[in-house]
């Protein structure tokens, strides 16, 4: 049985900023970083279906400290879905909903996690990044 995790995120922003630091390579290494240590995760993703990426923090005991995605819809400044493969694939996808008032609702589905305790580790993850994230677009 497969499980889904979804979230949602409101953020006092512009639709295109937002999109921005979901899909520029530099942004995203200041938001997506290592739950662990905090470091950002270098990465060489673009916006581009069928394009390829990794995100690369410090290895561990546990984990190579590699993930590996591919980008599968692109619509500007809408949707973005990526398979987001450590250890199983799942896949990732961002709706971005522009609210009025300067308001931006961002929900995130994440499909294929296999068991509760993938779950809530993501659902712990992408709330700490989703937080980062935050940061950022105050930049």
């Not at 949602?8 to 390579?25: G, H, M, P, R, V």
């Amino acid at each position: 049985m497969s499980l889904t995790l979804s979230l949602d995120f409101q953020y006092t922003t512009s639709i295109e900023k937002l999109w921005s630091a979901l899909t520029d390579s530099s942004k995203l290494a200041k938001w997506v970083a290592n739950i662990h240590t905090g470091q950002a995760m270098e990465n060489d993703f673009k916006p581009v279906v069928g394009h390829h990426f990794q995100f690369r923090t410090q290895p561990t005991e546990w984990w190579n400290g590699i993930i590996d995605g591919e980008v599968l819809i692109v619509d500007v400044p809408n949707l973005l879905s990526y398979t987001w493969a450590s250890g199983e694939k799942h896949t990732v996808t961002w709706t971005l909903q522009d609210l009025g008032d300067g308001k931006v609702n961002l929900h995130l589905e994440q499909t294929g996690i296999s068991n509760a305790q993938a779950l809530g580790g993501a659902k712990y993850g992408w709330s700490n990044w989703c937080g980062e994230l935050e940061n950022v677009l105050e930049q």
